[in-house]
């Protein structure tokens, strides 16, 4: 099995950490942060690309999805915030090869005074680890 997990999380996770100050970066799904800004970067997908398979491997490239989610909970500002750091994320799957498939704010149920945004980002990854836009 491919799995990438691990190298795309601390690609995107060490810049944020150095960006922006205090940011709480996890790697699983939080829906009630402990501390703020947060983000988490989560795999929420990854298949075998079916018209990669050879004779000589079932798995030469998988298709993977991952779902970053940032919370802000400013007084003031936290739209511009979660925005800010969306972007600078974007910026990290770029520049490993993802695509962004997906963004926008919803809603937070667990606590509607924190500003919430979701992106997805796909890719596909081949044995080595490298990643190609789809």
């Known amino acids: 099995m ?3 997990e691990n190298e795309v999380f601390n690609n995107v996770a060490v810049p944020l950490r150095e960006h922006f100050e205090g940011i709480y970066v996890v ?7 402990s501390r703020f ?3 988490s970067i989560i795999e929420k997908s990854s ?3 079916e018209k990669s398979i050879d004779s000589g ?3 030469n490239y998988a298709d993977v999805m991952y779902e970053i989610n940032v919370y802000s909970n400013l007084e003031s500002g936290k739209k511009q915030q979660a925005k800010a ?4 994320i974007n910026d990290q799957f770029d520049s490993m090869g993802f695509v962004r498939q997906f963004c ?8 509607p005074t924190v500003y919430r945004m979701t992106a997805r980002f796909v890719g596909k990854a081949d044995v080595q680890k490298n990643i190609y836009r789809k």
């Open 27 to 33: 790697g699983e799904n939080t829906s009630e942060p």
């Open 47 to 49: 298949a075998v690309d």
């Open 104 to 111: 926008e704010p919803i809603d937070n149920a667990a606590d």
């Open 57 to 59: 491997s079932i798995e």
């Open 85 to 88: 750091i969306v972007s600078f």
């Open 2 to 4: 491919i799995d990438v």
């Open 37 to 39: 800004p947060a983000v």
